[in-house]
């Protein structure tokens, strides 16, 4: 299986850029997503790597072959770049049993009839459809139609599988199936997969590694935790979590090479970096997860249930400080009061201080009331 290399790829519609100098390697097995909002790019570059969309400059390199460059005048069709896709319309021919529609593609293929039997039965254990060979697309759930196309997708051996969005047309439940049954499928098959979605959760359970695009341009590309707990910049923090970061604005002086003195709605704290920080205006917003204002009534700080919004394992807490509201997310179900008091802390060493003039990520530490 083969690492992909992408090399300063552009996408330009007139004056429009679509996708803008994207540099990035994807390794051989990874589980890479794309995400972004909706029109960042992310289907744009999956079909430039897969040869449907011809980039307006750069390099892709798939293994040893050089795939696509503007300067040399290389462009190879996607027929020849030895891989697979899958669409979220991953329409079935009606007409076929689920063994003909995957056989179908081999047949093309020229593969002999041994081979296609051999492969066909393999696919069909691998996705757990073996009792529905002889039925049609339309004596199928969604679910067990997903299924198949997978199977369909892989039967060939791609050495690439593309997927773009293609668990968008399923409920939220048999999403979660299929999450569980595609990560699977990726240790079994060692093939590289490179997923296009806009559900940010979805790109955190799935992928070894995260691409996430705005407006064309690459914010970030690391291992999904990666993400979550230390994001680039102010755009990343926002897009990732679920209920998302509280962002605290505060004013900031150095007062060691680690130290941070802040100040937050009138509350004076003592930021410790992990590493040196270089505090470049005093307008800083702190980033803080939901996780790590933990309630309790030795809290440091006081402030007000504004709203609880329990859902059972967890409980989400709106806390108003001083007229500004903040989430706290409490295992377990509680209820408090509206406007009931409550004591909370700010916890973990997952503290983070973003520039408001660059909006970037300038240091991860802790934060002590003082
Ligand atoms: P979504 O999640 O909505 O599918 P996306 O991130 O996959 O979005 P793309 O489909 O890659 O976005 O499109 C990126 C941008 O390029 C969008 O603003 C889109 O309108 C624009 N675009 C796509 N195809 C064309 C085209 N053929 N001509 C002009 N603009 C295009």
Known sequence: MPRIELHNVSKKWGSFVAVNKLDMVIEDREFITLLGPSGCGKTTTLRMIAG???????????????????????????????????????????????????????????????????????????????????????????????????????????????????????????????RTELKRLH??????????????????????RICLIEKGDLQQYDPPLTVYNNPANLFVADFIGNPTMNFIPATAKQTEKNKLCVDFFGINAEFTGEKELQLENESITLGIRPEFLPISDKGLIEGLAYSTLPSGMETIVKINLRGNILSSVVFGAIDYKVDQKIHFDIAGNNIIVFDNTSKKNIGLGSLKIT
Do not use: C
């Open 52 to 178: 449907l969309e011809t980039p307006t400059e750069g390099k892709i390199v798939i293994g040893d072959t050089v795939v696509f460059d503007s300067e040399r005048g290389i462009n190879i069709s996607p027929a020849k770049r030895d891989i697979g896709f899958l669409f979220q319309n991953y329409a079935l021919w009606p007409h076929m049993t689920v063994y003909k529609n995957i056989a179908f593609g081999l047949e093309n293929l020229k593969w002999s009839k041994d081979k296609i039997d051999e492969r066909v039965t393999e696919v069909l254990k691998t996705l757990k459809i073996e009792e529905f060979s002889g039925r049609y697309p339309a004596e199928l759930s969604g679910g067990q139609q997903q299924r198949v196309a997978i199977a369909r997708t892989l039967a060939p051996k791609p050495q690439v599988l593309f997927m773009d969005e293609p668990l968008s047309n399923l409920d939220a439940k048999l999403r979660s199936e299929m």
């Open 187 to 208: 240790s079994d098959t060692n093939s590289t997969f490179v997923y296009v979605t806009h559900d940010q959760l979805e790109a955190m359970t799935l992928a070894t």
